[in-house]
């Protein structure tokens, strides 16, 4: 199981950490994501991260602000969210998958999202 915290009501230009605990046994093995659903739209993906941290993906609106991160030895992966815009707003959900490509394809294994909400 995924669970994601750190969520919140902020101001634009702010920032937020946003963390995703697995209970899974394997969590060091898999390719982690984060995913997003504004109000009215689809979910669409954010980050990934490998599974030994080396290799991140973004989506070209949050590069530069936004980093993923993983403790495999506390089977968690963070998201450190900077100068945060009111287009962010949204649920964030944590993923998991074995690979990069299935992660941005669809991942199999979903947490439940934490919402950011940012205000102007």
């Known amino acids: 199981q995924l669970q994601a915290s750190g969520g919140g009501l902020v101001q634009a230009g702010d920032s937020l950490r946003l963390s995703c605990v697995s209970s899974?046994?394997?969590?060091?093995?898999?390719?982690m994501g984060w995913y997003r659903q504004a109000p009215g739209k689809e979910r669409e993906f954010v980050a990934a991260i490998g599974w030994s941290g080396l290799t991140t993906y973004y989506q070209d609106s949050v590069k530069g602000r936004f980093t993923i991160s993983r403790d495999n030895a506390k089977n968690t992966v963070y998201l450190q969210t900077l100068s945060l815009i009111p287009e962010d707003t949204a649920v964030y959900y944590c993923a998991a998958d074995t690979s990069y490509a299935a992660v941005r394809r669809w991942p199999d294994y979903w947490g439940k999202g934490t919402l950011v909400t940012v205000s102007s």
């Open positions: 899974g046994r394997d969590f060091s093995r898999l390719t």
